[in-house]
């Protein structure tokens, strides 16, 4: 059992101090935000590098260097989000009048510059990883960004939890492009289409004469997944889930 909980251990402790470890620094004065980035982005040049080496080796060392690598280029991304460099042309809130595509125009504006950096990231990712034994890199990045934008149609569709401590001042104009409620009718969709993925995912996991690197890969990716899947429900349940992070936000 050890082969399965230690990827399972590892994974949910890089999910959640990652995170915790993104709103810290989010939260450190504004004169340290330039230096956080172009550091952030020396590490990710050798988290790409690290994709490289580790997608030739089919060995459980490689799974998580290939995970863990993904996760520190995903993060470059994710910190020049919040601290405000990598957003959009638009940083207002939306106009009370705009609905419809309209809103939508309004919306994609903001976060334009994001997308674009996550459509390069992803194309690096691809050519580092091509060809190569070991895909957990590639396939941690697609689980990121596809369960990601997911999140962002789902609230701004209307979920019941927007987590508005997760975005700093500076990008509170963002939540006026996000809607309050119970429920939305894409929400069901994308946690069935995201259990239906995870289900074969964990069955290679667990599947007869499975290699300890399929073992390692498929239950770091499966939980990865299902993290992912558990975020989703979170929004339109009566918990919050910002207390999991308690500890990365100052006063």
Known sequence: MSMYLWPLLFTIFAWWFGTGIILFLNQRSPTTYQGTFWLSGCV???AIVGIKTSSSMDTVAAAYCGFTCAL???AWQEIGFLLGFITGPRRIACPPEARGWKKVGFAFQTIQHHEIALIVLAIVVTVASWGGVNQTAFWTFIILWSMRQSAKLNLFLGVLNLNENF???HLKYIHSYFSRS????LLPISVIAATVVAVPIWQAAF???ASPYQITSCTILGTLLSLAILEHILMVLPI???????WSFRA
């Not at 119970?182 to 009718?185: A, D, E, G, T, Y």
């Not at 919050?240 to 308690?246: F, Q, Y």
């Open 167 to 169: 975005l700093p001042n």
């Open 240 to 246: 919050s889930s910002e207390g999991l992070w308690r």
């Open 207 to 209: 599947a007869v004469g």
């Open 72 to 74: 520190l280029v995903w």
């Open 44 to 46: 990710m040049l050798f």
């Open 182 to 185: 119970l429920m939305n009718p």
